[in-house]
């Protein structure tokens, strides 16, 4: 397929105690190990956004992975959406946090064909009646109106799903097609650590 994925790192994880999150553990891999795994077996152009130099280094050791860092540095995932974007060598462009150990090659597949079908900017899943934007699939296009709030000073993410055209999908969709709804359950805080790894797969 025409798609690339991208995996924002580049967060402080600052309620997680300034933790890299991508170096938590679900069973016995890592969440970036995990992550590329998978994101590997959709496409064969995969990036990682990250400011740490260190952990980027080790990453380019280990994997035929792209590592780029934030060119808006300290603003948030949009600029990591930003970077992403910018970097896929690909058109569509699978995006996802490092912090979502769920991740699921199915649900980005159909979003991906909700995107082709609807020809919007983005496809996102939209669960318990509100959009993600992470773990979801943009056309490569969407970097122009990223970088332009960005340089209007603006950080939040969802803001870019009104300069852009969507299509959501539901968890019922989603489930209709074997897809669990948690694929998009991510970790901000302890607790949010200590209930993901309660999940079972």
């Known amino acids: 397929m025409d798609v690339s994925a991208v995996i924002l790192a580049g967060g402080q994880g600052r309620r997680m105690g300034g933790r890299n999150k991508a170096l938590l553990t679900i069973?016995?891999?890592?969440?970036?190990?995990?992550?590329?795994?998978?994101?590997?077996?959709?496409s064969d152009d995969v990036?990682?956004?990250?400011?740490?130099?260190?952990?980027?280094?080790?990453?380019?050791?280990?994997?035929?992975?792209?590592?780029?860092?934030?060119?808006?540095?300290?603003?948030?995932?949009l600029a990591g959406v930003f970077a992403g974007l910018s970097a896929a060598a690909r058109p569509n462009?699978?995006?996802?946090?490092?912090?979502?150990?769920?991740?699921?090659?199915?649900?980005?597949?159909?979003?991906?064909?909700r995107l082709k079908r609807d020809n919007s900017m983005a496809a996102l899943p939209v669960l318990n009646g509100r959009p993600q934007p992470l773990h979801a699939v943009y056309r490569k296009e969407a970097a122009e109106s990223a970088e332009t709030l960005l340089r209007q000073g603006e950080r939040r993410l969802l803001t870019l799903l009104d300069r852009i055209s969507w299509s959501g999908i539901t968890e019922d969709e989603f489930l209709r097609d074997g897809i669990p709804s948690f694929f998009a359950e991510d970790v901000d805080t302890p607790e949010d650590y200590d209930r993901v790894r309660r999940i079972r797969t």
């Not at 980027?56 to 860092?69: F, G, M």
């Open 93 to 113: 462009v699978w995006v996802l946090a490092c912090d979502q150990p769920f991740l699921h090659s199915a649900a980005a597949s159909l979003l991906y064909e």
């Open 27 to 42: 069973g016995e891999e890592l969440f970036i190990d995990r992550q590329i795994r998978v994101c590997f077996a959709w």
């Open 47 to 77: 990036v990682v956004v990250s400011n740490d130099g260190v952990f980027a280094e080790q990453l380019r050791e280990r994997y035929r992975v792209t590592v780029v860092s934030d060119t808006y540095v300290g603003e948030g995932p």
